[in-house]
């Protein structure tokens, strides 16, 4: 009853550092007048009617058009942004709010960003703007916001959950069922329980931490490695330990979950090199960025058998072109990037886009943990 009614209250609300002051900096508050916004998602085609609720892809729109368009604005949606003859392209040069997505992003390049006269406001429907070249936004004096905390419980929950499916061997059991074999010793050999394994997270903001809150009642040796410490009291709470090297932690780890932005620093983190020196038998769990992984080092040591099992949701680029070798990889738990739009992830991410938009054309600040580039400044994680 309790998520019923949170799932209606969301229903009803939807009814590098750059210089201190950008070089060619554009008001962020809308000026009088009709606007013209463009949003990017993906399109459901015949799953759009089987639940009012999903209001994250093409059909719903974040639903918000109704909303938008009673106030004289207008209302662009599509999930066509690849390409010089895409949707996207028609619009760039006179759109002043473009609306994105991480599990279907459009890559906003700084190419884009300079034939966009009109942009003032960048939103990500969701969490993480890596899509968004970052830096020219900031020399742009653009603005990028996101709706922070929108996913946190839907992708923590999916990280517990994919520890599990390679902890306990799943999917080639799945795939028995499907094929008509029973074979238990093909599964049993390489299954294993999550007690007393040692878990250890790349990254512990908001995710992370509540990650390992998720996992501290299956009494497993908690690791955490981030740019910043904990509070005491809630390290204490979570009974999780600080390791402030990187390369310390990783080889005593079972299992490895990646829950860090992806930035210039974290892009390729997980090299040959470094995955090399994992514990044989790993465990890796990614639903941050794809491109904080070396695609092909990870593929050969799946194959090679030191990544015992490799799954998450993010790929780079997305959608993944069919010939993505994680997509043939062995020892892989992989899906299309799911794990933060769920019904009720989208609702939140929804209604969060809609309160910034009411606080654009009002002149308002956004919610400061928002802000991804403001006045020509990144935000602290993307530095």
Known sequence: ???????????????????????????????????????????????????????????GSLGIRDWLESQGHQYIVTDDKEGPNCELEKHIHDMHVLITTPFHPAYVTAERIKRAKNLQLLLTAGIGSDHIDLKAAAEAGLTVAEVTGSN??????????????????????????IKGDWNVAGIAYRAYDLEGKTVGTVGAGRIGKLLLQRLKPFNCNLLYYDRIKMEPALEKEIGAKFEEDLDTMLPKCDIIVINTPLTEKTRGMFNKERIGKLKKGVLIVNNARGAIMDTQAVADACSSGHIAGYSG????????????????????????????????GQLRYAAGVKDMLDCYFKGQEFPAQNYIVKEGKLASQYQ
Not at 26 to 48: C, D, Q, T
């Open 313 to 344: 949701d993010v790929w780079n680029p997305q959608p993944a072109p069919k010939d993505h070798p994680w997509r043939y990889m062995p020892n892989q738990a992989m899906t299309p990037h799911i794990s933060g739009t769920t019904i009720d």
């Open 1 to 59: 009853m309790a998520m019923l009614r949170a799932a209606k209250h969301a229903m009803r609300s939807l009814g590098s550092t750059a210089p201190d002051a950008a070089p060619f900096s554009r008001m962020l508050h809308a000026s009088p007048g009709s606007k013209k916004i463009v949003g990017v998602f993906y399109k459901a085609n015949e799953y759009a009617s089987l639940n009012p609720k999903f209001v994250g892809c093409v059909e």
């Open 152 to 177: 946190v419980v839907s992708v923590a929950e999916d990280e517990l959950m994919r520890i599990l499916i390679l902890v306990r061997n799943f999917v080639p059991g799945y795939l028995q069922v």
